[in-house]
């Protein structure tokens, strides 16, 4: 279809593009100021960006905040905030400081303010009705190009986030869509100004019911996408209501190349972040780039011509891996290179990001990320120029959900891995908050400024972005993923190879002191390797043993990084010599029994799955032989390889390991109903927001829960009036928000205030942990310092999500470890509500709007749509 609607349109086409020609000569650059200096290219696998959001960074220049029809208000996330160019320009050695090398940034352009339909503005910069103009929000040209040589002078580089996938909203389709008639049910959309369309030609052609536009196919006529999996919605379709531009259309490629070309050759951008490049057709970027048209040259040709021999283009293509699959990943490369060559030069590393915040903040087995590891080697043909992060804009903070030796964690994993760090604006300062402002008069900025150079991840991050940049073996290098543990969160280890160096990276993501035995560095026996950082205090100097394994504990949270040297050490002679005799089944149903030797020694300690806290000291007979019993009440997967050795504190030796699996026994202990059809909020007058996922599904709306245990494991199965998945979630639906508290016999702190949710658990439960999960977010919290505005202490692990759309359940699956290893669930209670998130907590206003519920007041009214019963286990 794309291509017949191409063909059936080329001779107008061919017409449409002269008469555009001179106005497109303007785009290019004839009334421009000089050419900016060219500024060689850098090799980008060296670089660390950082990434701001030009409105919620800094306000230089406050006469252009508000532009007189009602967009501008700090006080509403919705709206602009104030930052603009000038803001970026006067904290270039803030930014340069942190040790980042690049800045990028959200897109300048001239975008739609405001658009009442979703109640939402246009400040992030992705709506755009002019791509080749400045808002007048974040300043001039002029502005700009001060930007961008502030940058230069200082030897930093400037990236821009650009759209070619849509256009802001400017109209819709209402109460249908017949695709043989795109003007049926066609409706415009008014911005603040009373404008119905972009102000840049050809894309102000956006109304059907013209035949003159209808024939310029400028746009697909098409609704929002409804079903992510189909191909033709995905690249033809809305996305999110955003006018989707026919991208096989000559006159649009040529209007986009120009437009963008700009703001290579006027202010000297380079590189570019391609936003939503999934919902474009992946050839369109061959065209993008290396088009040969010579009045509207691809843009590595512009760039080239500006002196920039290796323009980086980097894509967004949002989306997660499940663990040990790489089907998303294999998506993303599919935009880097086809059959015929190569495509996009990087993609986001989105599955990354997924394996990141599983391990380090949701406690998730270290063997989840220690294979993604192995597996973006195997796939992407460039993974050192793939951008890597922890977080962004579009998602939760990752402190958020979990704390900072957490992050602190996954910042060294970013800074040891292949990839282009990049760090979002307010990590260096501890934002939990998604778009919260950095500077003092903007959204969710506290009243003040956020630059503190002083701030404790300041200087952590400027301590690890010095240990990447100082050494090429972590930018450059490739590493080979030596431990991980399959069972939880523990012991994870890698080793960074490049051109003959050497370096090994650890750590222990578990809150209690970690094994990490027999680890084979593939380095010759008693090589030294020495410390070159530590998250806290120092890395011990380390000398390789027999066969060049290495055996340590590493303290809770750590992470260490040692580099080989060319230095050997004489081995000592003899020491304790372990044994753990083989299993007699590796399959096992209950607790059972382990064997072994250790003559001379006084106790061994019997350590599973690396964990030392949990280990048991048991005595060595004179015959030289020790026994323990192994306790498998918390072990619920019957797919993990779990890992037995004994261990010799005093000699640092550790016995070879032995592996195996546990048989759940799950059993039902509470089935419970809840009536269907009560999803209108506590005395029944809520509404749900008037757009369609909403108001038509009824996604919140609780029928049933099943709760079943293993030992001390939970799991919760919720069966909704629907499951929606229409944004595509990570965690398999969304329009949703699932809460639910935990009371807990024994655990310790507790609380009964519901945070964000105007409330307290009902029926006198008091609760020790509460998840929130959604369809991008999973976060599990304790007790401690919860509040009305405060979730509580970050907890990991975090439950386990799997979803039935056809079912309609939502499945949680909580491991022993999460809920503080009870020896029995009897008496444990849970209490669930529904509600959905946004930047926060979805608003409740007395009128129902498009993404708001209806009847209430959201700043006092409980935020629960629908809820259960107190349920008690027996």
Do not use: C
Request: aromatic share 10%; glycine share 10%; proline share 7%.
């Amino acid at each position: 279809m794309r291509h017949r609607t191409a063909g059936r349109h080329r001779a107008h086409s061919k017409k449409l593009r002269n008469a555009l020609a001179l106005a497109m000569t303007l785009v290019a650059g004839g009334a421009a100021a000089a050419p900016p200096h060219p500024v060689p290219s850098p090799d980008w696998r060296d670089q660390v960006v950082y990434f701001a959001m030009i409105d919620r960074f800094d306000d230089g220049d406050p006469r252009n905040d508000d532009q007189g029809t009602g967009e501008y208000d700090p006080a509403d996330g919705a709206k602009f905030s104030g930052g603009d160019l000038a803001g970026l320009a006067r904290r270039v050695d803030y930014i340069h400081g942190l040790g980042t090398t690049t800045l990028w940034i959200t897109p300048p352009v001239a975008n739609r303010w405001w658009d009442p339909t979703v109640h939402y503005g246009g400040y992030h910069g992705y709506w755009a009705e002019a791509f080749d103009r400045v808002d007048a929000h974040f300043g001039t040209l002029a502005d700009y190009r001060h930007l961008a040589d502030s940058l230069h002078a200082v030897g930093m580089y400037l990236v821009q986030d650009v759209v070619v996938n849509h256009t802001g909203n400017f109209f819709r389709y209402d109460g249908g869509w017949d695709p043989s008639d795109p003007a049926a049910h066609f409706a415009l959309v008014p911005d603040a100004r009373g404008r119905t369309a972009p102000t840049q030609a050809p894309f102000d052609r956006n109304d059907p019911r013209k035949a003159a536009d209808r024939r310029a196919a400028i746009y697909h006529w098409t609704p929002s996408i409804t079903d992510f999996r189909d191909d033709r919605q995905r690249l033809d379709f809305q996305l999110a209501d955003l006018d989707d531009l026919n991208t096989e259309n000559p006159v649009v490629r040529d209007v986009l190349r120009a437009s963008y070309g700009k703001w290579v050759r006027e202010v000297g951008v380079d590189g570019f972040r391609i936003d939503t490049a999934f919902y474009v057709p992946p050839a369109f970027f061959r065209d993008f780039l290396h088009s040969p048209d010579a009045r509207h040259p691809g843009i590595a040709a512009v760039a080239r011509r500006a002196g920039r021999d290796d323009f980086l283009a980097f894509g967004e293509g949002f989306a997660l891996d499940k663990a040990y699959d790489d089907r998303n990943s294999r998506r993303i490369d599919g935009y880097m290179r086809d059959a015929h060559g190569d495509l996009l030069p990087s993609m986001l590393d989105f599955p990354l990001y997924g394996a990141l915040g599983a391990v380090f903040a949701r406690g998730r087995p270290t063997a989840e990320l220690g294979w993604r590891i192995g597996d973006r080697m195997r796939v992407y043909a460039r993974p050192w120029r793939m951008p890597t992060f922890v977080d962004n804009h579009d998602v939760d903070r990752f402190l958020a959900g979990a704390g900072e030796p957490a992050l602190k964690q996954a910042l060294l994993a970013l800074m040891t891995l292949p990839g282009i760090p990049v760090i979002y604006a307010g990590t260096e300062q501890g934002f939990t908050g998604q778009r919260a402002a950095m500077f003092k008069g903007g959204f969710g900025s506290g009243g003040v400024d956020h630059f503190d150079t002083h701030a404790p991840l300041y200087r952590y991050l400027q301590r690890a972005i010095a240990l990447r940049r100082g050494d090429k073996v972590f930018s450059r290098g490739t590493p080979t993923v030596l431990r991980e543990d399959a069972a939880g969160a523990g012991v994870l280890a890698w080793r960074m190879r490049y051109r003959g160096d050497t370096a090994l990276v650890a750590f222990n993501t578990a809150d209690h002191p970690a094994l990490l035995d027999n680890v084979a560095t593939g380095l010759p026996a008693g090589r030294a390797l020495e410390g070159v950082f530590a998250i806290e205090g120092d890395a011990p100097r380390l000398v390789t043993g027999a066969g060049g394994g290495i055996s340590l504990v590493l303290p809770p949270r750590s992470g260490l990084v040692w580099k080989a040297t060319a230095h050997t050490a004489t081995l000592p002679a003899g020491g304790a010599r372990l044994r753990i005799d083989p299993l007699a089944q590796a399959r096992i149903t209950g607790d059972f029994e382990v064997r072994g030797s250790a003559p001379g020694a006084g106790s061994v300690q019997v350590v599973v799955d690396g964990d030392l806290a949990g280990a048991q000291r048991v005595p060595v007979g004179t015959d030289g032989r020790w026994r323990a019993r192994i306790d498998t009440s918390a072990m619920t997967d019957a797919a993990i390889a779990h890992r037995v050795v004994a261990w010799a504190d005093a000699a640092q030796v550790a016995s070879e390991a032995r592996v195996f699996h546990v048989e759940p026994q799950w059993r039902v202990v509470a089935d419970v109903d809840d009536p269907a059809g009560d999803d209108h909020g506590p005395a029944g007058r809520y509404a749900y927001p008037t757009d369609p996922g909403w108001h038509d599904v009824r996604p919140l709306d609780i029928e049933h829960v099943r709760v079943s245990s293993a030992g001390g494991a939970l799991r919760v199965q919720v069966r909704m009036h629907a499951v929606e998945d229409a944004w595509n979630p990570p965690n398999g639906f969304d329009h949703v928000a699932f809460v639910l508290y935990l009371q807990l016999p024994g655990l310790g702190e507790d609380a009964s205030v519901m945070p964000f949710q105007n409330a307290s658990v009902p029926s006198g439960m008091r609760w020790n942990r509460r998840l929130r999960a959604d369809g991008f977010s999973n976060a599990l919290f304790g007790a401690a310092g919860a509040s009305a505005s405060n979730e509580g202490t970050p907890v990991s692990p975090t439950a386990d999500i799997a979803v039935d759309k056809a079912q309609r359940t939502v499945t949680f699956t909580f491991p022993a470890s999460a809920l503080g290893k009870p020896a029995s669930l009897s008496g444990a209670k849970l209490y669930l509500a529904t509600w959905d998130m946004g930047e926060g907590p979805r608003p409740l206003q007395p009128e129902a709007g498009p993404t708001s519920f209806g009847g209430g007041d959201g700043a006092r009214d409980p935020l629960v749509m629908d809820d259960t019963a107190v349920i008690t286990l027996p």
